[in-house]
């Protein structure tokens, strides 16, 4: 018996890590935080409505900054090279933080 319900519980945690991976896709919060008004990202087929006038993603500067100064960047706590960044960031750094993740890890 014990071990029975040890397995139920392991199939209802399996279950529910699914759907919460599914929601924290980073690709679709990057979508759904409007990233994508200004940023393509060609490596994972999310194409910009402007894409000539913002960088795609990511770039070396994405790629070099650490997540939490890109943070403070997206917020427009801080500026980079004198600039601010096109859009200050109001939603929930968590996922900023996946999204950055996300970007730094494409390949
Ligand atoms: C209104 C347009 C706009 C939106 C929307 C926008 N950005 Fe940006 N982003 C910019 C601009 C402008 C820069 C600075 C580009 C530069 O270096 O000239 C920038 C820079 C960046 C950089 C650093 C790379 C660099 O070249 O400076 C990252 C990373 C980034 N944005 C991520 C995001 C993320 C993640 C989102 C969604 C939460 C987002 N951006 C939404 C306009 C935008």
Do not use: R
Not at 58 to 66: G, H, L, S, V
Not at 94 to 104: A, G, P, R, T
């Amino acid at each position: 018996m014990k071990t029975t319900a040890l397995i139920l519980a392991m199939f209802f945690a399996i279950g529910s890590f699914a759907s919460f991976a599914q929601q924290n896709d980073p690709k679709t919060l990057f979508t759904n935080n409007k990233c994508n008004m200004c940023h393509s990202v060609p490596k994972a087929d999310i194409k910009s409505k402007m894409p000539t006038k913002y960088p795609d993603l990511p770039n070396k500067i994405a790629q070099e900054t650490k997540i939490d100064d890109l943070v403070k960047f997206i917020k427009q706590e801080t500026t980079m090279n004198g600039k601010k960044h096109g859009l200050k960031f109001k939603g929930n750094e968590d996922e900023l933080k996946s999204i950055l993740k996300w970007l730094k890890e494409l390949k």
